[in-house]
């Protein structure tokens, strides 16, 4: 039975300002995507029994309230965009303000929260996460860099390109001894990163990623873990028309790591290359058998997590 004096908190974040809707109670306001803007929001919110504050993904503008909302103890659920419109869609809403949006998160929040996942990050998961995604963009860009040297451009811009790509490659090695360093100093942080080295193909860098970005490991289903670094295969049949499966969506930084470890496992670890063999020997794609041995390594690393156990592979 619904705990009817419990209220859900819908947020919709802009980078000058925050929207809230407090549902059921009606109530709406609207503060500054600042400090004391936040401070003014949570003043407010200890008002009321919060059973979870939801939000969509904005790309940053929403770091600051989830930091806060989170040293108050309340229970962020940083909700992907899409999920947010295809509610709003389902309702039948034509109208489009920051104030009816902020309505349907919280309304969203109401009926889906069982969905939600409580898995709060410590705060030196939180600075794990910054240097991986720092890393992950240098990456990025790095490989912008490399592109661009392989097709003929001018002398100057070569020379200028080979700069950039020396200064990132420097960039990415510091960041690289942060996260070690960091890894190192923190002893549950550490012991997880051991475990997962344990598996063949990852190392401290991906180790590092799965722990900062994927805080659920080790605490969810095998189904649910490669849903949400988009390794869940999907049916796409109607009628009598059946297409190809196909993995969607997910967290793109642990399914890169990932990709990058399947690589060299199906080369130098024999049960995943026999694996991966037989996929190949049945005729199946490249991507599918790659992504297939990407799923094994999530699902080890789940397990593994879970029961505390080194790989023995």
Avoid at 102 to 108: P, R, S
Avoid at 121 to 149: N, P
Avoid at 253 to 268: D, F, H, S
């Amino acid at each position: 039975m619904k705990n009817l004096s419990q209220v859900h908190v819908g947020v919709d974040v802009s980078k000058e300002k925050l929207d809230i809707f407090i549902y059921p109670k009606g109530v709406s306001i609207t503060v500054e995507n600042s400090k004391k803007g936040i401070n003014k929001l949570i003043d407010t919110l200890s008002k009321y029994d919060v059973l979870q504050v939801v939000f969509e993904a904005t790309g940053g503008y929403e770091k600051q309230l989830h930091d806060m909302l989170n040293k108050k103890s309340y229970n962020c659920w940083n909700v992907d965009p899409r999920r947010i419109k295809g509610f709003i869609i389902s309702t039948g809403c034509k109208a489009k303000t920051d104030k009816i949006d902020a309505k349907k998160i919280a309304e969203f929040s109401s009926k889906y929260s069982k969905d939600y996942d409580s898995t709060i990050r410590t705060a030196q998961e939180e600075s794990l996460l910054s240097l991986v995604d720092r890393r992950f963009d240098l990456i990025k860009f790095l490989t912008s860099e490399k592109t661009r040297l392989k097709h003929p451009v001018h002398q100057n811009c070569i020379t200028s390109i080979k700069k950039i790509i020396k200064m990132l490659e420097k960039e990415i090695k510091q960041i690289e001894k942060q996260v070690e360093k960091l890894i190192a100093e923190n002893e549950t942080i550490s012991a997880r990163s051991k475990l997962l080295e344990s598996i063949p193909g990852i190392g401290k860098t991906t180790a590092a990623t799965l722990i900062a970005s994927v805080p659920e490991i080790g605490t969810i289903s095998n189904n649910k873990i490669s849903a949400l670094v988009g390794l869940c295969p999907y049916e796409f049949e109607s009628g009598s028309f059946k297409g190809k499966k196909f993995i969607r969506g997910g967290r793109i930084a642990p399914r890169n790591a990932l990709y990058m470890c399947a690589l060299t496992t199906i080369k130098y670890h024999l049960p995943l290359k026999n694996f991966y063999d037989r996929l190949i020997a049945a005729n199946k794609p490249f991507k599918v058998a790659i992504v297939a041995v990407m799923r094994k390594l999530i699902v080890m690393a789940n397990a593994i997590l879970r029961n505390g156990e080194p790989c023995r592979l």
